[in-house]
């Protein structure tokens, strides 16, 4: 298989408990999609290979939602310890196929398949083992990650962003828009992309 066959695996965090929403704000809709179902479908369009969704608070109901979606399940069962715990419970289900997986939060709607085309497309272009998206200036996920930095961060007890803090000097960013940043945290938030034409409705009922 050539090399460049298998750019990447996708590793969707969505193990949180949503405590600022209220409500586990993965299952909400927005335009008749859950934000779980969105964020694994986008990276499965991007061609990460494989899709690999770290779940954890709610796992069962969150589950059910990626029904159809070709992707890997993985349970974190010290998620309530932090995301980093999911980021590295991630990070070790990626296979040894992968020379790279880029993360993204379950909960930014507005990441797109091209927005993540880009990151692997810098890579391609620089060969750089960290590729980071930044949002007028922020640096926030989609992150890639190069296998070359998967021993450093099975061992870290932090996250994504601590990674990214201590290899500064030498990543690569993709720059896009300010407002492609918004994530969804507290029902404030939901108000925002309401606004926007966003058509969102609430969880449904535990059943």
Same mark, same amino acid.
């Given at each position: 298989?050539?090399?460049?066959?298998?750019?990447? $695996?996708?590793?969707?965090?969505?193990?949180?408990?949503?405590?600022?929403?209220?409500?586990?704000?993965?299952?909400?809709?927005?335009?008749?999609?859950? =934000?779980?179902?969105? $964020? *694994?479908?986008?990276? *499965?369009?991007?061609? =990460?290979?494989?899709?690999?969704?770290?779940?954890?608070?709610?796992?069962?109901?969150?589950?059910?939602?990626?029904?159809?979606?070709?992707?890997?399940?993985?349970?974190?069962?010290?998620?309530?310890?932090?995301?980093?715990?999911?980021?590295?419970?991630?990070? $070790?289900?990626?296979?040894? #196929?992968?020379? $790279?997986?880029?993360?993204?939060?379950?909960?930014?709607?507005?990441?797109?398949?091209?927005?993540?085309?880009?990151?692997?497309?810098?890579?391609?272009?620089?060969?750089?083992? =960290?590729?980071?998206?930044?949002?007028?200036?922020?640096? *926030?996920?989609?992150? =890639?990650?190069? !296998?070359?930095?998967?021993?450093?961060?099975?061992?870290? !007890?932090?996250?994504?962003?601590?990674?990214?803090?201590?290899? !500064?000097?030498?990543?690569?960013?993709?720059?896009?828009?300010?407002?492609?940043?918004?994530?969804?945290?507290?029902? #404030?938030?939901?108000?925002?992309?309401?606004?926007?034409?966003?058509?969102?409705?609430?969880?449904?009922?535990?059943?």
């Amino acid at each position: 298989m050539p090399a460049d066959a298998v750019p990447a $695996a996708g590793v969707v965090l969505a193990a949180g408990a949503s405590t600022r929403m209220g409500e586990n704000k993965l299952l909400l809709r927005l335009d008749g999609e859950t =934000l779980v179902a969105r $964020a *694994a479908r986008t990276a *499965a369009e991007a061609g =990460l290979d494989p899709v690999i969704v770290v779940l954890g608070h709610d796992a069962a109901r969150v589950e059910r939602e990626l029904e159809g979606i070709a992707c890997l399940r993985v349970r974190n069962a010290e998620h309530a310890s932090g995301q980093g715990s999911s980021f590295r419970a991630g990070i $070790a289900a990626v296979p040894p #196929s992968a020379p $790279a997986a880029v993360v993204l939060l379950a909960d930014m709607p507005h990441v797109t398949a091209g927005m993540i085309a880009a990151l692997l497309e810098r890579r391609r272009a620089t060969g750089a083992s =960290l590729v980071v998206s930044e949002y007028g200036g922020v640096p *926030a996920p989609p992150t =890639l990650y190069g !296998r070359a930095l998967f021993p450093e961060i099975a061992q870290a !007890r932090g996250c994504g962003r601590d990674v990214v803090r201590r290899h !500064r000097a030498e990543l690569e960013t993709v720059a896009f828009p300010a407002e492609r940043l918004a994530d969804l945290d507290e029902p #404030s938030d939901l108000d925002r992309l309401r606004a926007s034409g966003a058509e969102i409705q609430r969880c449904a009922p535990t059943s």
